[in-house]
């Protein structure tokens, strides 16, 4: 499909022609024809100045490599391009959702991030990637890279609880969002938690390497803290598909014993076998049955379907549909003009912001160097770092936390922890710190992107 | 088998209780010791001095080669051999070979059976083998094993 | 003990003759004694469920010894060749010497 500019242009005008004087008259022909024309010919947007990095995804993954690439060369030509308008994070969104903090806490502005990190951003919507003419055709035109990076993030896998059953899953997703990809579904939480007048508000932790491990169960914590606060008869049961809580579990179960023993009920190694979500009713693998009032269903994660679109998708061992990548220089095997990054990397790092931010820096100082003639391997790789903090109590604000990076074992031949630790205890006077410690992360983070 | 119900207004929730007794040891000495068992001893311990023949042709197994958990890897075994009341598969066990403990389960089975067959769900820390042994009624000994990668899994 | 867990059949609908296949999951810890406590620094004692045992109208058609490198909360699935309808009583001891028992009807069409 690989068109030349010259033609595309060409083709621009034609259907320019065919639009003005048939339009009206032939109806939806003419209409077609200016539409087809609009997505051939170059996207509004300055011409390159130099090699362009086109970045697909400006969430913490892409809107990091922005910035880093055109800091480490303000002659690379950077777009950044999203399907939303709005930027809002997934971090800090439970303290949103259980009205702790503003909306605006967590919400920003892409423009702002343009312009601080004089990078071009498009609101586009991707729909199609040539990789040989190495064009990303949009719903605004067309944009033409030197090196592509794919940070799309997660899609939703409904597929274990529906079976490939639109309705259902249309009906889980619009009813009972799991609220792990920020916008409505973090809107609709916070409507269901502001409403929830008592009852059972169940809360699903999915398996594989789902999306910020610690998310469901600080949630839980959170919405039992708000039932508590606000007198209301409420348990929230969460139906966890793992053995055991996936991180902090000492601290997280501490939390569930000591805080919330009349609130939170635990139920690990839960296969969900049949949703209901009409009659409300959950049946799991045990033939228990789970009546409830709300909840947040979070299903399985895997990645976002623009990979299959550009055809790198790789199944990997934890989710369908990841980065068929090179685990140590992010670039595609087969292809080294396109790299991806953040959420959608078959390695088993935690799936959260801070990784990718962290990550983000490396891969960015990374494609100046392979724009610049370098040769990325093995040796070009350094750990990200996964901080994460997590809250379990408001007034005063109590969290946990992690910290950890990663390490390639060569005899292994897999990737494991370096450096891990966490603090548990959010009982004693660190546990407060780290609760302001949270909120002076969040704020980092959305500077590091926007600033 | 338990029945619980969400019933909007009650909270028939109270049998359940936050903390399943079964889940978090209560009151267990702490003289309960870990014990390593070596693959070597493990295998040793079930031969018992007999030959034991590879089993590759009559064992089919069903690993995955990566699978997603190495805490849960399912291990499947299908051995082809008549189930009849004077010649039969009477045991099937499934070791590991670099765990600290190697033993995972010991199943004894009968004709009542109908087909020597089973499902486990297999723990493993690292990159390891996963070993089938089948034994008959007579003492004949088969053999097969896997070859399990382990990756990292998540952020704990 | 208190056990969450289940015992079913596998297949849909089957006659006496079939051999059909029988699903024990039980909520359980196999902890090896190996792994410490994040807090205290203390040893999780060896916790394990040790043997299973299922009968079928009185006759032992299974026996499981288990050991530690079996998975938390065990899975395990046997094949069982039905004879009369009846029940599948599956009884659990652990570690502790703790007893549990789950069952399921054994229905043969026709």
């Known amino acids: 499909m690989a068109l030349s500019r010259r033609d595309a242009m060409k083709y621009t005008g034609l259907a320019a022609v065919t639009a003005a004087s048939s339009g009206y008259a032939k109806g939806n022909e003419g209409a077609k024809a200016a539409a087809k024309g609009v997505l051939l010919s170059p996207a509004p947007i300055p011409a390159a100045k130099g090699p362009r990095v086109v970045i697909v995804g400006a969430g913490p993954s892409g809107l990091t490599i922005a910035k880093y690439v055109k800091k480490g060369n303000p002659n690379i030509d950077v777009v950044l391009m999203d399907k939303r308008s709005v930027f809002m994070s997934g971090f800090i969104s439970n303290l949103v959702a259980t009205g702790v903090l503003p909306l605006e806490f967590i919400t920003h502005d892409f423009l702002e991030g343009a312009r601080n990190g004089n990078y071009t951003f498009l609101q586009a919507t991707a729909h199609e990637i040539d990789r040989t003419a190495k064009i990303v055709y949009t719903n605004e035109g067309t944009v033409k890279y030197d090196v592509l990076v794919l940070a799309p993030g997660i899609d939703y896998d409904y597929s274990k609880w529906t079976n490939g059953d639109a309705e259902l899953e249309t009906a889980l997703k619009t009813k009972f969002p799991g609220a792990f990809i920020a916008g409505s579904e973090t809107l609709t939480l916070k409507s269901k938690i502001e409403n929830f007048e008592g009852g059972v508000f169940v809360q699903t932790v999915p398996g594989g390497n789902y999306r910020c491990l610690p998310g469901p169960y600080e949630r839980s914590c959170l919405i039992a803290d708000y039932m508590k606060r606000n007198k209301i008869k409420g348990k929230v049961v969460i139906l966890d598909e793992n053995p055991n809580i996936t991180i902090k579990a000492d601290g997280f179960h501490s939390a569930f014993d000591r805080l919330y023993k009349d609130y939170i009920t635990y139920m690990p190694s839960t296969t969900i076998t049949s949703i209901d979500p009409h009659k409300q009713k959950i049946v799991t693998e045990l033939g228990e049955e789970i009546q409830f009032n709300d909840a947040a269903l979070y299903s399985r994660v895997r990645g976002n379907k623009l990979l299959e679109i550009a055809g790198v998708a790789k199944d990997s061992v934890f989710n369908k549909g990841e980065a068929n990548i090179d685990p140590f220089t992010y670039q595609v095997i087969g292809d080294l003009n396109v790299f991806c990054t953040g959420d959608v990397r078959p390695m088993g790092f935690s799936k959260s912001a801070n990784t990718a931010n962290t990550e983000g820096r490396i891969v960015a100082g990374n494609i100046v160097k392979y724009l610049a003639g370098t040769e990325l391997s093995q040796k070009t790789w350094a750990s990200p770092h996964t901080t994460c903090y997590s809250a379990v109590e408001t007034n005063p604000l109590r969290a946990i936390s992690v910290n950890a990076g990663y390490a390639y074992d060569a005899t292994k031949k897999s990737f494991g922890f370096a450096d891990a630790s966490t603090m548990e205890k959010w009982d004693t006077k660190e546990g407060e710190d780290a609760g302001k410690g949270l909120l002076e992360w969040g704020k980092g983070l959305y500077r590091d992107f926007f600033n | ?156 | 003990m208190e056990l969450r867990g289940v015992v079913k059949i596998l297949d849909q609908s089957y006659k006496v003759g079939d051999v059909v296949k029988a699903k024990i999951i039980v909520i359980h810890k196999m902890d090896t004694g190996f792994t410490k406590d994040k807090e205290s620094g203390k040893q999780f004692p060896r916790f394990y469920m040790k043997e299973i045992t299922a009968t079928y109208n009185g006759v032992i058609v299974a026996h499981f010894d288990l050991d530690v490198a079996t998975s938390q909360n065990p899975v395990i699935q046997f094949p069982l060749k039905v004879t009369a309808p009846g029940t599948l009583v599956v009884d659990f001891v652990n570690s502790e010497d703790e007893k549990g028992q789950k069952t399921v009807a054994i229905t043969p069409a026709g």
Do not use: W
């Not at chain 2, 590759?56 to 805490?71: F, H, Q, R, V």
């Open chain 2, 1 to 156: 088998m338990e029945r619980r119900s969400f019933i909007k207004g009650t909270f028939a929730l109270a049998t359940i209780g936050l903390l399943n007794p079964i889940l978090f040891r209560h009151g267990l000495s702490a003289a309960e010791d870990a014990i390593e068992i070596p693959y070597k001893d493990a295998l040793d311990e079930y031969l018992r001095g007999k030959k034991v023949e590879d089993g590759s042709k009559i064992m089919s197994l069903n690993i995955p080669d990566a699978p997603e958990n190495g805490a849960v890897v399912p291990v499947e075994v299908t051995v082809d051999y008549p189930m009849k009341a004077d010649d039969y598969i009477s045991n099937i066990t499934v070791l590991t070979t670099k765990n600290k403990a190697n033993k995972a389960i010991s199943f004894d089975l009968t004709p009542a059976n109908g087909m020597a067959y089973l499902y486990v769900n297999v723990k493993m820390g690292q990159t390891q083998d996963v070993v089938i042994l089948a034994q008959t009624n007579k003492g004949r000994i088969f053999q097969s094993s896997k070859n399990v990668r382990v990756a990292l899994g998540g952020c704990g």
